[in-house]
């Protein structure tokens, strides 16, 4: 502890690292974020193990660097992890990356971690570009206290069952979510959690495209039911104050009744809050009588 990462020659230019894991992190998005002491790293490593060669092997020729590649990912980490191990007590210096942001959060290489650190191999973290907390900074909903929740399961059971976990969250909840199941995610957060819970929704963090949109989770699950996003995904609940009222479900049954029958709202509605059907639709016909 406290020896210099990364060696000096006698003109102060970057030489090779000293042996050991370097965990590397990545730009999510923008290339201008990668940092020198990064690149330092990356260029002067014996081999770098990465998620997909391709997406790697395009970020790093962006950079001029050329190195070995190993992938190392999922579906591969528990094969893969003895070679790196082995790799890695001949004193070679192997770097860590993830397709984007800080590698061995919510990916197998923390295994590959826990290994070296229990066989008393060094690991050193280059800290750098995490989407997790870009998107917490970004999203005006509390920092003070927060939990990060990975990706949620891919099936709506599983994932209510894991939602209903942080239900009682003192802080802000993180997760991560592909864009094929955003919509879906929300609306069983929305269930779970309540539907007039403050949320956001994070995309394209540092792209050109970026958009962080900040709503109840009811308002963003319809949202994107109606616009199917793209890019990566970060999803923020903020702690619940309040449970809903029925002037709520009156305001989201009006909004339905613009375009929907009245059995179609109500089931939508229904669906949505958690609420009975008979209860909806009881709202829903008081509603009708002073249209």
Same mark, same amino acid.
């Given at each position: 502890?406290?020896?210099? +990462?990364?060696?000096? /020659?006698?003109?102060?230019?970057?030489?090779? !690292?000293? !042996?050991?894991?370097?965990?590397?992190?990545?730009?999510?998005?923008?290339? #201008?974020?990668?940092?020198?002491?990064?690149?330092?790293?990356?260029?002067?490593?014996?081999?770098?193990?990465?998620?997909?060669?391709?997406?790697? #092997?395009?970020?790093?020729?962006?950079?001029?660097?050329?190195?070995?590649?190993?992938?190392?990912?999922? &579906?591969?980490?528990?094969?893969?992890? !003895?070679?790196?191990?082995?790799?890695?007590?001949?004193?070679?210096?192997?770097?860590?990356?993830?397709?984007?942001?800080?590698?061995?959060?919510?990916?197998? #290489?923390?295994?590959?971690?826990?290994?070296?650190?229990?066989?008393?191999?060094?690991? $050193?973290?280059?800290?750098?570009?995490?989407?997790?907390?870009?998107?917490?900074?970004?999203?005006?909903? %509390?920092?003070?206290?927060?939990?990060? #929740?990975?990706?949620?399961?891919?099936?709506?059971? =599983?994932?209510?069952?894991?939602?209903?976990?942080?239900?009682? /969250?003192?802080?802000?909840?993180?997760?991560?979510?592909?864009?094929?199941?955003?919509?879906?995610?929300?609306?069983?957060?929305?269930? %779970?959690?309540?539907?007039?819970?403050?949320?956001?929704?994070?995309?394209?963090?540092?792209?050109?495209?970026?958009?962080?949109?900040?709503?109840?989770?009811?308002?963003? =699950?319809?949202?994107?039911? %109606? &616009?199917?996003?793209?890019?990566?995904?970060? +999803?923020?609940?903020?702690?619940?104050?309040?449970?809903?009222?029925?002037?709520? $479900?009156?305001?989201?049954? /009006?909004?339905?009744?613009?375009?929907?029958?009245?059995?179609?709202?109500?089931?939508?509605?229904?669906?949505?809050?958690?609420?009975?059907?008979?209860?909806?639709?009881?709202?829903?016909?008081?509603?009708?009588?002073?249209?």
């Amino acid at each position: 502890m406290g020896r210099l +990462i990364v060696e000096r /020659s006698v003109n102060g230019s970057a030489c090779k !690292p000293l !042996p050991g894991l370097y965990v590397v992190a990545t730009p999510i998005g923008n290339l #201008g974020d990668i940092t020198l002491r990064a690149l330092a790293v990356l260029a002067n490593a014996d081999v770098i193990a990465c998620e997909d060669t391709r997406n790697s #092997g395009a970020m790093l020729q962006a950079f001029g660097i050329r190195k070995p590649l190993l992938s190392y990912h999922d &579906h591969n980490a528990d094969k893969r992890r !003895p070679e790196i191990l082995e790799k890695l007590g001949r004193g070679q210096c192997v770097a860590l990356i993830s397709d984007a942001g800080m590698p061995a959060i919510a990916d197998p #290489g923390f295994k590959l971690v826990r290994d070296c650190r229990d066989a008393e191999i060094p690991v $050193i973290v280059i800290p750098g570009p995490n989407a997790a907390i870009t998107a917490l900074a970004s999203s005006g909903l %509390a920092t003070d206290c927060f939990c990060f #929740g990975g990706f949620l399961p891919a099936k709506s059971v =599983a994932r209510k069952k894991a939602i209903l976990a942080y239900k009682q /969250s003192a802080g802000t909840v993180v997760f991560y979510e592909s864009p094929q199941r955003l919509s879906e995610s929300l609306s069983d957060l929305a269930e %779970a959690l309540g539907p007039e819970r403050p949320a956001a929704v994070a995309r394209e963090l540092t792209k050109f495209y970026e958009e962080v949109r900040r709503d109840k989770l009811l308002a963003l =699950a319809l949202y994107y039911a %109606a &616009h199917e996003p793209k890019g990566e995904i970060v +999803i923020l609940i903020g702690k619940g104050e309040t449970e809903e009222s029925p002037m709520d $479900i009156k305001s989201l049954l /009006s909004e339905r009744l613009k375009s929907l029958t009245l059995r179609d709202a109500v089931a939508e509605v229904a669906e949505m809050t958690g609420l009975p059907k008979k209860e909806v639709y009881a709202t829903a016909l008081d509603l009708t009588k002073n249209l």
